[in-house]
């Protein structure tokens, strides 16, 4: 994250997703299972912890817990991705939807064992978020900050799709220089003692699926704006560039940031 970008605040960060719902639980990319096999041999996860999943979006890193029978508390301050992702985690009767954000949860004093955050923590105010987060854990528990990463090196269509977003994107670079880095984690976690790992990830797209996932991001210009049939456009070109056997497949590292609070945040 950029010095600037560390003093911008999205004054829309709750909203910017409210017309992208359906393309966000369509065509964004899940998390791997490797993230609860790292979590089980380095946190010592087991299905008797309670989990709660900040800015938990439509629900996909919440459904892994969920799948290994944890107690989840899915807090989502957008009301648009918060009932999307209940009634696409309705199979799971441990999950529990909650109108709150990483500042104010709304969950009680020491109440779980790990709070997780996938592709949300540049959204949070670090500090108010570091002090919630010590508030809601119990001794001696763990912070996971899960994030899908897009390769942009690993081949000709990633190179081209990362300068699509650069060339049309309504604030994309903005949004990408507020992601988080290593420095970033060591500051929230006030210490070094955190754990780095990285997961291979990827998705494989036909045209359409192309075209939704591009739609789903936050930066991209939604359908009407001035930019988005252009942007089209050059996607189609894009994809009729690169396809083999009429499909991309588009590269992720999962990055797993693992660590303890200390917690004297709390006072800080």
């Not at 010592?44 to 309670?50: F, I, N």
């Not at 300068?163 to 210490?191: C, M, N, Q, W």
Request: glycine residues 8%.
């Amino acid at each position: 994250m950029s010095e600037a970008s560390r003093n911008v605040t999205f004054a829309d960060s709750k909203n910017r997703f409210s017309n992208r719902v359906a393309d966000y639980l369509r065509y964004r990319p899940r998390y791997p299972a490797g993230v609860l096999d790292l979590m089980r041999m380095q946190c010592l996860l087991t299905p008797a912890h309670a989990v709660a999943d900040i800015g938990s979006g439509t629900g996909f890193l919440a459904e892994l817990f969920l799948r290994n029978g944890n107690a989840v508390f899915g807090v989502e301050p957008n009301k648009e991705m918060r009932e999307a992702a209940e009634e696409y985690l309705t199979p799971y009767p441990r999950f529990t939807s909650m109108d709150g954000s990483a500042e104010a949860t709304g969950l009680g004093d020491a109440s779980v064992s790990f709070v997780t955050a996938g592709q949300a923590f540049h959204w949070f105010e670090p500090e108010a978020t570091r002090r919630e987060f010590v508030r809601i854990l119990r001794p001696n528990g763990w912070v996971a900050i899960v994030w899908n990463d897009r390769s942009t090196a690993t081949s000709g269509f990633g190179h081209a799709y990362e300068d699509l977003l650069v060339r049309y994107g309504t604030d994309y670079t903005r949004v990408k220089d507020s992601y988080p880095t290593a420095e970033d984690i060591s500051s929230f976690f006030e210490h070094r003692d955190f754990q780095t790992h990285e997961l291979p990830n990827h998705q494989i797209f036909d045209l359409q699926g192309l075209r939704g996932r591009l739609r789903s991001s936050s930066y991209a210009p939604a359908e009407g704006q001035a930019n988005f049939a252009p942007m089209m456009e050059e996607l189609d070109q894009l994809f009729a560039t690169h396809q083999q056997n009429d499909q991309v497949r588009m590269d992720f590292s999962t990055w797993v940031y693992l660590g303890q609070l200390n917690p004297g945040s709390a006072h800080s």
